[in-house]
């Protein structure tokens, strides 16, 4: 054995690899499987899980329902499609506003003097990296009706003496989108900058001496160099708002209930495992769908690694 | 043409985002030495230092303290105690687990050639491209299947039967920390000189001495800063600890979503500045370490 270890090549890059092999296939992939196979069960009364081999979970989820008024057999029931469809749609709007805010950020940090640049990245560092959960309760502190927006509003409103009452923003769809914005905000700027800072300058003064404004360079050059960053924080950015229940629970209390939620209360309030597991797959199949289409059009950025 | 020339549309867009990005933070900060004890509105800061803690309704009037009343009381909880010491054990242990086989499995990937190479550059693009919630689920029916089944099949009983804790959240965290570890480590080698390595075989040097004395040193900036960026995301993680922990193994992350779905003090405000300047700290650490890597070796 320690002979062939030392001989081949082969042998050795297998050791080498094999405690992350290993411990990604039992962690990673053999829970997916599981996923998986409890998907097709049956619940039982206290939260376990009967193996056998059936749809109902996913018929359910999907809408079909046996609790009918006016005693139907059956019927449509719109609740889980409506959170799937909520969910689907929330991210592409995070997704959409966040490129819209990160795309000037990130185009003026690679276009600052190179000694300014650390500094300006370390800005957007410091937000990135400070707890997920501290930055939904920032935002709840500053949405709420006595919060300092409305403080802030009020205050404009007087001096322009305009009767003001306090908004209503916490526990809405918007709260819980500006929140999704700001929580994932940083990983679109990364990548955005990373392939906007590896556009040589000599290609803007070959824009400019073929006679292209700044409008023409930008929509010329700029943007379509500066795609794949664009792509790969689309993935950093739409995968997770797709997941996430944090953001929901906190700023949209019992009003905004997306797949996230859902799966969450399977599993710790509903108990019920199966349907959980269900739910979980399709949020999984659905994110990959999205992701597929949308690499196979664009590419799949190297800058993914660089956020 | 100056290259650094920007638009002032640009320059006010950027700053508007600075705004955007720092204005929860800064008043996030500014509450943390709210007078009022509901911390629903800005009551001022709390004014004077004196022996004892005055109170008026909800209003600190006075404390030890002074306008640090909150960092005290904080100070006096021993479940943020507990929380924090259970993330760093978690993140420590993680950290050094997943940057010894994240390196290793660098190395591997990047230098050679073995049957299941292309499996295990696949497997390490899972934690980024499924949601963390589908992992988070399936890691604990899994912990959950193996632990039933194994106290059941060995009749385990009270402190011998297994459940969540630690030691299943530090495992977890393990596996979707290496593959960042590995990445990074990976995107280093690929910038890698052979030369220096063909250099001392030639001089005599055998391959472990080789690893040892030339890749390793060279290496060792890119493996620190996929360590830092493995502990980072390890005293980050929610959703995934959010699954697997149990009693007695609550982190800080899960022990601040507890607290703001009851009664939120500026308590919390406090605790939030504390680990907003820890993060403040170790990404400076971070950024010079990177600095000092950027600059030539010789």
């Known amino acids: ?307 | 043409m100056n290259p650094f020339r920007r638009s002032p549309f640009v320059i006010i867009a950027a700053v508007l985002v600075y705004i955007f990005l720092y204005a929860p933070i800064v008043g996030l900060i500014l509450y943390s030495f709210n007078a009022s004890r509901t911390n629903v509105t800005f009551e001022g800061f709390i004014p004077a230092f004196s022996e004892r803690v005055v109170m008026d309704g909800s209003l600190v009037k006075s404390s030890p303290c002074g306008p640090f009343h909150w960092y005290c009381d904080l100070a006096k909880n021993n479940d943020v105690a507990e929380a924090a010491g259970n993330t760093l054990k978690i993140a420590f242990v993680a950290t050094i687990i997943s940057t010894v086989i994240g390196t290793m499995s660098a190395l591997a990937l990047q230098r050679y050639n073995f049957k299941m190479k292309p499996f295990s550059q696949l497997s390490l693009y899972i934690p980024i491209v499924i949601p963390e919630i589908v992992m988070g689920i399936g890691i604990l029916t899994l912990f959950s299947q193996v632990f039933g089944w194994a106290n059941n099949a060995f009749n385990l009983v009270g402190d011998a039967r297994l459940s969540l804790g630690i030691a299943t959240v530090t495992v977890s965290h393990i596996a979707f920390m290496v593959p960042f570890v590995t990445l990074v480590v990976q995107a280093r080698l690929q910038g890698f000189d052979k030369s220096y390595e063909e250099a001392a075989m030639d001089l005599g040097a055998n391959e472990w001495t080789t690893f040892r004395r030339v890749t390793f040193p060279m290496i060792l900036p890119g493996v620190m800063s996929g360590a830092l960026l493995a502990f980072t995301l390890s005293l980050d993680d929610f959703v995934i600890t959010f699954f697997t922990n149990g009693p007695g193994s609550t982190t800080l992350p899960i022990y601040v979503y507890g607290l703001l779905r009851r009664i939120i003090t500026p308590q919390v405000n406090a605790l939030s500045t504390v680990w907003i300047l820890v993060v403040f700290l170790a990404v400076m650490a971070l950024q010079i370490l990177q600095n000092r890597e950027q600059k030539p070796q010789h």
């Open chain 1, 1 to 307: 054995m320690l002979q062939r270890l030392r001989e081949s090549k082969s042998a050795q890059g297998t050791f080498l690899a094999l405690p992350t092999t290993i411990w990604l296939f039992v962690l990673l992939i053999i829970p997916l499987i599981l996923t998986l196979i409890v998907s097709f069960g049956k619940r039982t009364p206290d939260g376990g899980v009967i193996y056998t081999f059936t749809i109902d979970n996913y018929t359910r989820l999907f809408g079909y329902s046996t609790d009918c008024p006016d005693g139907q057999a059956s019927c449509f029931d719109p609740l889980y499609v409506n959170i799937l469809g909520r969910s689907l749609s929330l991210a592409f709007n995070t997704t959409f506003f966040v490129i819209g805010l990160a795309y000037p950020l990130a185009y003026f940090i690679a276009r600052a003097h190179p000694k300014q640049r650390n500094f300006y990245l370390f800005m957007v560092l410091i937000p990135l990296w400070t707890n997920f959960v501290i930055r939904v309760y920032a935002w709840m502190m500053l949405l709420r009706k006595e919060g300092a927006i409305n403080i802030i509003l009020g205050w404009v409103m007087n001096l322009f003496n305009i009767p003001f009452t306090p908004l209503e923003m916490l526990y809405t769809p918007g709260a819980v989108l500006v929140g999704m914005v700001y929580e994932f905000l940083p990983f679109m700027i990364l990548p955005i900058y990373t392939s906007l800072e590896k556009i040589e300058p000599s290609l803007y003064e070959a824009a400019a001496d073929l006679g292209a404004n700044a409008v023409k360079t930008f929509l010329r050059v700029t943007l379509p160099l500066s795609m794949p960053g664009v792509v790969a924080g689309t993935i950093l950015v739409f995968i997770p708002v797709m997941g996430t229940f944090i953001v929901s629970d906190i700023l949209g209390g019992r009003q905004v209930i997306l797949v996230g939620n859902l799966i969450q209360r399977q599993f710790l309030d509903a108990r019920d495992p199966t349907f959980g597991s269900a739910a979980s797959l399709i949020l999984m199949v659905m994110t990959l769908i999205v992701t597929y289409f949308y690499t196979r059009k664009f590419g799949f950025g190297e800058e993914i690694v660089v956020a």
